[in-house]
């Protein structure tokens, strides 16, 4: 009952939050919105239909009404009214618009953990820290903290006049100036002696100074003075010097040219990484002394481990990093005896590129283990820590059951459980999905060719693999264990592949030979044999790149073993590359398909006549006339003169006759009248290719020439045809008292070895 009580009040709960949010709004809250020309948190509160609201950076004003997931409101700032327009997403926390005075714009909705603290001005230190720290954060895509960041400023006379879309623009254009030194915030004092405070912020390698003014106002409160546009511009001028004809864009830190751009890029790539930023973060790490084939995994959480490190050791600044691409000595940001965290260039070129040391990855986890007690510091690097699925576990497992971080060769407790849990579900789980794939495979294919049974244990190796492997790099197994056992696992894998995919070439080309078999078109049956053939070389080399992938050889060893090997290859089988290259004249040129009669001699073929059974990738079945199965090299049939004499063509045959005894005139007219008589009622004579005469008188008695074409389908109804024209004319030879003597074959176009009449 208690049990009972209890989910009807969540319900109750469920339903008065969600009736709550519903009156308020899906417009209601916070949005972190983005600009054509800039970015701020856009704060609106929805009350039915009707929405109103505020740019917090700009001070605009918005009011409208939303339709749906349409809102339309009028923009107002300065006196100036603009209209603009939001679209919302389906999951209603993101939208994209337009704005007729700023141009497109797009937001995603701010939780409320997220939003930045107040900031403290109490001291000068606090407000650099603040103005620094801020317009860092902002830079990253935080768009909020740029009204953080303009707390902490106060401008100049000359800026107070300009509008508020241009003292912005001013106060980012000074903080890029201040990002060209490197200074640390320690040097700024926390005890002024006056109410005005200059501090020189030193530019490496030139020396070039930018004084820094912070001022007290009257309220008590510390700022960072903006200087104005003349004196900006003389400073950028000094500052830039260095760069001579390069200098640096709003996009030059993605080539990590220095440690700053390094940590910069991480940074960035960390708070944006479920965008595009995933990719930037990792381009920072050195990978190199990870197997290939777990490179994004493991960087993934070493990238993690890193942020979290960071963010708990406290961070002394972006600008505390050296910017001096000059100076390769590697830059130290952390020190224990697990492990440092540095960041070093990747060679002795001028041009390497910095990135965080191949040794802080590996002790990446290791630092991570040892600080995951400690509180977040007070100064942390810039950006946010984004949310994994290794360490989303992690959490819970520390507020649930903390015992389970306790190590078990090298694991943590509740990896090794999990890990053996998974494996025990997965093998059940996906020997069930590979049946029931395998039955269906087999039904769809049953009319065409029917699936080989080893085909079921690939289809339930490659459920495995494409189940664990991904689920223990998210679980942060280490890669000191996946290393071993991915390149097994990835090999049976592309095994696996390799004979789906074999099957699935099968089918392909038992389609299409159906296909091929159904038109009149010569050499469609060859093509498919060559085409399927061809599949078939493609899937067991794709299976072997795929394993040497797993097992990390270099590309360009592969391609030499596969070179060397392929000339290895070429010299012990070149009658074998000779016959694919055969089949390959034979498809261009289509002498014949299956079903045709050909006739061909010379070269290494000698004679040979029949029908053609089969097309094969290294060889062509042709069945002789007196029925044995001749199995003739491609490359033998692409080198002769091939005559086609077609399928259901009708067969020429010519013979001749020569009467002995009794060739009297009458005796022979009428054997003539009944031999041509009984051609004309036989169905496999064509009568009006039939011809029957007196072709000459010899010595030995007079000749008759019989000329005609067979309708016949096989060697055997031409036999049959022939045989019983033999026996009629013996029949009319004997009734008309004549005797024959020696035949004559004059031969047929169909086979020089077929029995003459």
């Known amino acids: 009952m208690r049990s009972l009580t209890s989910i009807i009040l969540a319900v109750l709960v469920f339903l008065s939050v969600s ?6 709004g899906p417009w209601s809250g916070d949005w972190d919105t983005t600009w054509s020309d800039g970015g701020a948190i856009l704060r609106l509160e929805q009350q ?9 950076l700009f001070g605009a004003r918005l009011e409208g009404k939303a339709d749906g ?3 339309t409101c009028a923009r107002s700032l300065g006196g100036r009214s603009a ?5 919302l997403d389906a999951d209603g926390r993101s939208f994209i618009g337009r704005d007729d005075d700023l141009g497109w714009c797009s937001g995603s909705k701010v939780d409320p953990s997220d939003t930045a603290p107040p900031v403290g001005l109490e001291t000068p230190r606090d407000a650099a820290v603040a103005f620094v720290f801020s317009a860092s954060q902002a830079r990253c895509g935080l768009n909020a903290w740029w009204a953080r960041a303009m707390e902490a400023a106060e401008l100049s006379p000359e800026l107070t006049a300009l509008g508020r879309a241009e003292q912005l623009r001013q106060v980012f254009a000074y903080f890029d100036l201040i990002d060209l030194t490197t200074f640390r915030v320690l040097e700024i004092t926390k005890q002024p002696s006056a109410d005005e405070v200059v501090v020189p912020l030193r530019q490496l390698r030139t020396g070039v100074e930018l004084p820094l003014t912070l001022r007290k106002s009257s309220k008590g409160a510390w700022h960072v003075v903006i200087p104005n546009q003349q004196e900006q511009l003389a400073l950028s001028r000094s500052l830039r010097a260095v760069y001579g004809s390069d200098p640096p864009t709003a996009q030059s830190y993605r080539r990590l040219g220095n440690p700053r751009d390094t940590m910069r890029a991480f940074a960035e790539g960390m708070t944006r990484w479920r965008g595009r930023g995933r990719s930037l973060a990792l381009s920072t790490l050195d990978l190199t002394n990870l197997p290939d084939e777990l490179r994004e995994s493991d960087g993934e959480l070493a990238a993690g481990y890193l942020c979290r490190i960071l963010h708990r050791v406290g961070f002394a600044g972006l600008q505390s990093i050296s910017n001096d691409a000059s100076n390769r000595d590697p830059v130290v940001l952390f020190d224990h005896p697990f492990g440092s965290i540095v960041i070093a260039p990747t060679g002795p070129e001028p041009s390497a590129p910095w990135k965080f040391t191949r040794d802080t990855v590996q002790s990446a986890e290791e630092l991570y283990l040892a600080t995951v007690g400690l509180p977040e510091g007070t100064t942390v690097p810039p950006g946010t820590i984004p949310t994994t699925a290794y360490f989303q ?7 649930r059951a903390s015992w389970l971080h306790r190590r078990l060769f090298g694991l943590e407790a509740w990896q090794a459980l999990g890990s053996l849990l998974l494996v025990a579900i ?3 789980l996906t020997r069930l999905v590979a049946v029931g794939a395998f039955r269906l495979t087999a039904l769809s294919s049953r009319a065409i060719t029917p699936p080989p049974p080893i085909m079921l244990h690939a289809l339930w190796m490659l459920g495995f693999f494409a189940v664990v492997v991904p689920v223990s790099e998210r679980v942060g197994i280490p890669h000191r264990y996946l290393s071993s056992i991915v390149p097994v696992l990835g090999t049976l894998a592309c095994a696996a592949l390799a004979v789906i995919a074999w099957h699935a070439a099968t089918m392909l080309c038992a389609l299409l030979m159906r296909l091929a078999q159904r038109t009149t078109m010569r050499g469609d049956d060859l093509a498919v044999n060559l085409l399927l053939g061809c599949l078939r070389i ?25 070179g060397i090997g392929g000339i290895s290859v070429a010299f012990a089988s070149q009658q074998t590359i000779a016959q694919f290259f055969g089949a390959g004249v034979l498809v261009g040129d289509r002498p014949f398909g299956v079903g045709d009669w050909i006739q061909c001699s010379g070269g290494a073929v000698g004679t040979l006549s029949g029908v053609v059974e089969g097309v094969g990738f290294r060889s062509t079945r042709v069945r002789s006339a007196d029925g044995s199965l001749l199995s003739v090299p491609n490359s033998a049939l692409a080198a002769v003169t091939i005559v086609n004499l077609g399928r259901l063509r009708p067969r020429p045959a010519s013979l001749q006759l020569t009467v002995t005894q009794g060739a009297t005139l ?17 169905p496999s004579f064509i009568a009006d290719r039939t011809a029957i005469g007196v072709a000459g008188i010899a010595k030995d008695g007079i000749q008759v020439q019989c000329s005609t074409s067979l309708s016949v389908k096989s060697d055997q109804e031409e036999a049959a045809a022939r045989h019983q024209f033999l026996v009629d004319v013996l029949s009319i030879a004997q009734e008309e008292g004549l005797g024959l003597g020696p035949q004559i074959d004059q031969g047929t176009s169909g086979s020089a070895s077929r029995p003459a009449v």
């Open 393 to 399: 576990i992690r959490d819970l497992v520390t507020e």
């Open 426 to 428: 997965a093998l059940p």
């Open 538 to 562: 493609a899937v067991v080399v794709g299976a072997f790149v795929g394993a040497a992938y797993y097992w990390s050889l270099p590309a360009t060893h592969v391609l030499a073993g596969l």
């Open 48 to 56: 039915g239909d009707a929405v109103k609201g505020e740019v917090e």
């Open 666 to 682: 009458e005796g022979v007219e009428s054997f003539i009248v009944k031999v041509r008589a009984r051609m004309m009622t036989n």
């Open 83 to 87: 209209t603009l327009i939001l679209m």
């Open 69 to 71: 997931s349409i809102l």
């Open 19 to 24: 009736s709550a949010r519903a009156d308020d």
